[in-house]
């Protein structure tokens, strides 16, 4: 079972194969896994022993940072999520970025977003579209188009925290759709950048 796994030159945190989307693009549907990496399908989602021991025998060296994103959204499991990146921190001198989808207040609606501070040093949400009726197109969560702006006050907050928060769109929507990504990524103060599409589990991120 594949927990932690090393991708250009940093560690990738796998807790869950749990997901509320079924975006167009997930790499899922076309790979098992991230280049010669072992699957990332989870046996069962790994209790918090299960991670401790994962972290401590894996071997870390010439890494500084860690990531949580895996074959699923890691806020699926926030407070393992939180659990982990406290062990984390203790036990290393890792910077820690979380890779959302950013609905976590949907997932999990009593959830303090403040517990990441401290803990989370970076973000980067997926921003995928530019209106909330192109969002539940091409990301399809399971609240409709609501998520949307969800999404949005989820990188507005994290921004507020402190935290270095990014969004990133797949090249899969119109040039002019990526222009207006742009436009609201600009007001919003967040930078944004474009992911290509990814059919083999070459390239990730």
Not at 42 to 55: C, D, M
Not at 159 to 182: L, S, Y
Request: net charge negative; proline share 4%; aromatic share 10%.
């Amino acid at each position: 079972m594949t927990i932690f796994y090393r991708f250009e030159g940093k560690m990738y945190i796998n807790i869950t194969n749990g997901c509320p989307c079924d975006c167009v693009f997930c790499l899922r549907n076309n790979a098992d896994s991230i280049k010669d990496n072992d699957s990332l399908w989870l046996e069962h989602e790994p209790s918090f022993e299960e991670i401790t021991a994962a972290f401590d025998s894996f071997d870390k060296t010439g890494i500084t940072d860690a990531v949580f994103c895996g074959y699923g959204e890691p806020t699926v499991r926030a407070d393992m999520l939180v659990r982990t990146a406290e062990y984390i921190k203790q036990n290393s001198g890792m910077k820690i970025r979380l890779n959302s989808n950013g609905l976590v207040k949907l997932i999990h609606p009593d959830f303090d977003l403040s517990r990441f501070k401290g803990l989370i040093d970076s973000t980067s949400i997926s921003l995928n579209a530019p209106d909330a009726k192109r969002y539940n197109e091409v990301t399809r969560p399971k609240w409709g188009e609501k998520a949307f702006q969800t999404m949005l006050d989820f990188a507005a907050e994290m921004k507020n925290m402190g935290v270095k928060t990014g969004f990133t769109v797949v090249d899969i929507i119109t040039p002019e759709e990526i222009q207006r990504c742009q436009k609201l990524a600009d007001d919003m103060g967040i930078p944004l950048r474009v992911r290509a599409y990814i059919t083999d589990n070459e390239s990730y991120t």
